[in-house]
């Protein structure tokens, strides 16, 4: 379903992301501009921005964090 968002409208993919899908910020992800946004930074080429609660609709905040791809994964692996 469409939501309307600060960025413009969006629409989750296939994945569960939403993906602005309208104006200046046409295919960005949500969850990497509110985090830009909140935190006044570009998000370095080696880190990825997570759902801490693995829900991709939920682009809350406090629900976002940054980790390299390395951390993430080493975390995958520690809770499988």
Do not use: W
Request: proline share 2%.
């Amino acid at each position: 379903r469409m939501i309307k968002t600060e960025f413009g409208n969006a629409l989750p993919n296939s994945y569960g992301h939403y993906i602005i899908s309208d104006g200046k910020y046409r295919g960005q992800r949500l969850h990497r501009l509110r985090y830009e946004a909140c935190h006044n930074i570009k998000i370095p080429d080696d880190c990825d921005i997570h759902h801490i609660d693995e829900d991709k609709s939920n682009n809350d905040i406090n629900n976002l964090v940054m980790m390299t791809h390395i951390h993430f994964h080493i975390i995958l692996i520690l809770v499988s």
